[in-house]
Protein backbone atom coordinates (compact mmCIF):
# COMPACT_ATOMS: atom_id res chain seq x y z
CA UNK A 1 0.00 0.00 0.00
CA UNK A 2 1.36 3.52 -0.84
CA UNK A 3 2.13 6.08 1.73
CA UNK A 4 -0.98 8.21 1.95
CA UNK A 5 -2.27 11.44 4.52
CA UNK A 6 -5.49 13.21 5.23
CA UNK A 7 -5.29 17.15 5.50
CA UNK A 8 -8.29 19.08 6.32
CA UNK A 9 -10.12 20.27 3.21
CA UNK A 10 -10.33 23.93 1.71
CA UNK A 11 -12.51 25.61 -0.21
CA UNK A 12 -10.32 25.57 -3.16
CA UNK A 13 -10.27 21.83 -3.49
CA UNK A 14 -14.24 21.58 -4.10
CA UNK A 15 -14.02 21.37 -7.95
CA UNK A 16 -11.06 18.53 -7.86
CA UNK A 17 -13.25 16.90 -5.44
CA UNK A 18 -16.59 17.12 -7.81
CA UNK A 19 -14.63 16.01 -10.74
CA UNK A 20 -13.34 12.66 -8.67
CA UNK A 21 -16.77 12.29 -7.78
CA UNK A 22 -18.23 12.25 -11.46
CA UNK A 23 -15.97 9.38 -12.13
CA UNK A 24 -16.11 7.63 -9.64
CA UNK A 25 -19.94 7.84 -9.68
CA UNK A 26 -20.80 7.54 -13.20
CA UNK A 27 -20.67 3.74 -13.46
CA UNK A 28 -23.46 3.00 -10.64
CA UNK A 29 -25.14 6.03 -11.14
CA UNK A 30 -25.38 5.00 -15.20
CA UNK A 31 -26.44 1.36 -13.74
CA UNK A 32 -29.20 2.80 -11.87
CA UNK A 33 -30.53 4.74 -15.08
CA UNK A 34 -29.33 8.35 -12.68
CA UNK A 35 -26.34 9.46 -14.46
CA UNK A 36 -26.83 13.32 -14.82
CA UNK A 37 -23.33 15.11 -15.96
CA UNK A 38 -24.78 18.83 -14.28
CA UNK A 39 -26.67 17.29 -11.52
CA UNK A 40 -23.76 14.79 -10.08
CA UNK A 41 -21.75 18.09 -9.88
CA UNK A 42 -24.07 20.39 -8.95
CA UNK A 43 -25.09 18.25 -5.68
CA UNK A 44 -21.72 18.18 -4.41
CA UNK A 45 -21.06 21.73 -4.67
CA UNK A 46 -24.35 22.71 -2.69
CA UNK A 47 -23.79 20.05 -0.11
CA UNK A 48 -19.79 20.55 0.34
CA UNK A 49 -18.57 21.71 4.27
CA UNK A 50 -14.57 21.69 4.06
CA UNK A 51 -15.09 22.02 8.46
CA UNK A 52 -16.46 18.51 8.16
CA UNK A 53 -13.88 17.49 5.11
CA UNK A 54 -10.77 15.93 4.54
CA UNK A 55 -8.49 15.55 1.27
CA UNK A 56 -6.64 12.22 0.89
CA UNK A 57 -3.21 12.34 -0.87
CA UNK A 58 -1.13 9.67 -1.83
CA UNK A 59 2.29 10.33 -2.91
CA UNK A 60 2.14 14.17 -2.06
CA UNK A 61 -0.80 14.27 -5.03
CA UNK A 62 -4.79 14.30 -4.73
CA UNK A 63 -6.20 11.28 -4.19
CA UNK A 64 -9.62 11.32 -2.79
CA UNK A 65 -12.10 13.00 -0.57
CA UNK A 66 -13.85 12.04 2.75
CA UNK A 67 -16.32 14.19 5.43
CA UNK A 68 -17.39 12.86 8.77
CA UNK A 69 -20.99 15.38 8.82
CA UNK A 70 -21.81 15.62 12.98
CA UNK A 71 -26.00 15.20 13.04
CA UNK A 72 -27.54 15.26 15.96
CA UNK A 73 -27.05 11.42 17.19
CA UNK A 74 -23.83 10.64 14.47
CA UNK A 75 -21.74 11.31 12.00
CA UNK A 76 -22.83 10.61 8.70
CA UNK A 77 -19.76 9.25 6.78
CA UNK A 78 -20.09 11.66 3.00
CA UNK A 79 -18.84 12.20 -0.08
CA UNK A 80 -15.79 9.37 -0.03
CA UNK A 81 -13.81 9.13 -2.88
CA UNK A 82 -10.92 7.44 -4.52
CA UNK A 83 -9.20 7.84 -7.62
CA UNK A 84 -10.20 4.70 -9.58
CA UNK A 85 -6.25 3.40 -10.01
CA UNK A 86 -6.48 3.25 -6.39
CA UNK A 87 -8.95 1.52 -4.60
CA UNK A 88 -8.53 -2.26 -4.01
CA UNK A 89 -5.47 -1.02 -2.64
CA UNK A 90 -5.58 -1.02 0.88
CA UNK A 91 -5.96 3.00 1.25
CA UNK A 92 -9.73 3.10 1.16
CA UNK A 93 -9.66 1.09 4.19
CA UNK A 94 -6.88 2.43 6.22
CA UNK A 95 -8.35 6.19 6.16
CA UNK A 96 -11.74 4.91 7.15
CA UNK A 97 -10.27 2.85 9.66
CA UNK A 98 -8.74 5.65 10.91
CA UNK A 99 -11.80 8.07 10.75
CA UNK A 100 -13.68 5.57 12.83
CA UNK A 101 -11.26 5.01 15.22
CA UNK A 102 -11.79 8.73 16.03
CA UNK A 103 -15.40 8.05 16.01
CA UNK A 104 -15.20 5.13 18.19
CA UNK A 105 -12.86 6.93 21.05
CA UNK A 106 -15.83 9.59 20.67
CA UNK A 107 -18.35 6.95 21.42
CA UNK A 108 -19.97 8.04 18.04
CA UNK A 109 -22.64 5.92 15.93
CA UNK A 110 -21.82 6.49 12.17
CA UNK A 111 -24.16 6.49 9.25
CA UNK A 112 -24.01 6.63 5.63
CA UNK A 113 -25.44 5.83 2.47
CA UNK A 114 -24.61 3.74 -0.51
CA UNK A 115 -25.80 3.30 -4.15
CA UNK A 116 -27.75 0.06 -4.36
CA UNK A 117 -24.84 -2.41 -5.82
CA UNK A 118 -21.98 -0.41 -5.25
CA UNK A 119 -19.42 -2.55 -4.57
CA UNK A 120 -18.44 0.18 -1.44
CA UNK A 121 -21.16 -1.42 0.35
CA UNK A 122 -18.88 -4.56 0.90
CA UNK A 123 -15.91 -2.40 2.05
CA UNK A 124 -18.58 -1.06 4.85
CA UNK A 125 -19.56 -3.98 5.54
CA UNK A 126 -16.30 -5.47 6.54
CA UNK A 127 -15.69 -2.52 8.69
CA UNK A 128 -18.58 -3.28 10.39
CA UNK A 129 -21.69 -1.00 9.10
CA UNK A 130 -25.05 -2.76 8.56
CA UNK A 131 -27.83 -2.07 6.58
CA UNK A 132 -30.66 -0.28 8.15
CA UNK A 133 -33.00 0.80 5.31
CA UNK A 134 -32.89 0.87 1.56
CA UNK A 135 -35.15 2.44 -1.16
CA UNK A 136 -34.84 2.06 -5.05
CA UNK A 137 -31.53 3.85 -5.22
CA UNK A 138 -29.60 4.06 -1.88
CA UNK A 139 -28.86 1.55 0.78
CA UNK A 140 -28.32 3.03 4.30
CA UNK A 141 -26.22 2.07 6.39
CA UNK A 142 -25.24 2.08 10.29
CA UNK A 143 -21.84 1.39 12.49
CA UNK A 144 -22.57 1.40 16.25
CA UNK A 145 -20.62 2.71 19.33
CA UNK A 146 -18.17 -0.23 20.00
CA UNK A 147 -20.56 -1.56 23.03
CA UNK A 148 -23.21 -1.81 20.48
CA UNK A 149 -22.01 -3.51 17.91
CA UNK A 150 -19.88 -6.65 19.75
CA UNK A 151 -16.49 -7.17 18.47
CA UNK A 152 -15.51 -7.01 14.94
CA UNK A 153 -14.46 -10.53 12.53
Do not use: K
Amino acid sequence: MADWEIRPAQVADVETIVELRAVVMRPDLERLGRFDPHRVRQRFRDAFVPAHAWVIEVGGAFAGSVALRPAEDCRWLEHFFLAPHLQGSGIGTAVLNHLLDRCDRDDVVVRLNVLRGSAAQRLYERLGFTVESEDPVDVFMVRGTPDRRGTPD
